[in-house]
């Protein structure tokens, strides 16, 4: 766990939620060299499909789908006899 003073946190508050977002450290705060607050991680809840799916359209990463463009969409070709496996195994093995 790491230590920083409240006037360090506060002017460098951006770095010290990354370090605890994307590395998964812990600060505690501290005030006159008394811990006073920590600030660590929020543990994950897994998240439904639907879910990720919403949250990745809300942060602008994916586009929603149009529903009347979805309905023009063919379906797709049926492949028969193991053919599909047979290509992915051949694409696995010709990367070897």
Not at 56 to 63: A, I, P, R
Request: glycine letters at 8%; aromatic letters at 2%.
């Amino acid at each position: 766990m790491r230590t920083i003073s409240v006037r360090e946190a506060k002017s460098h508050l951006s770095q010290v939620l990354h370090d605890v977002q994307y590395g998964g450290a812990q600060w505690t705060i501290t005030h006159r060299g008394q811990p006073v607050a920590r600030i660590v991680p929020v543990e994950q809840v897994p998240l439904m499909l639907e879910q990720r799916i919403r949250m990745l359209e809300e942060q602008g990463v994916l586009e929603p789908i149009d529903q009347a463009v979805q309905a023009e969409l063919a379906p797709p070709l049926p492949v028969g006899g193991g053919i599909a496996q047979r290509l992915l195994q051949e694409d696995r093995d010709a990367g070897r």
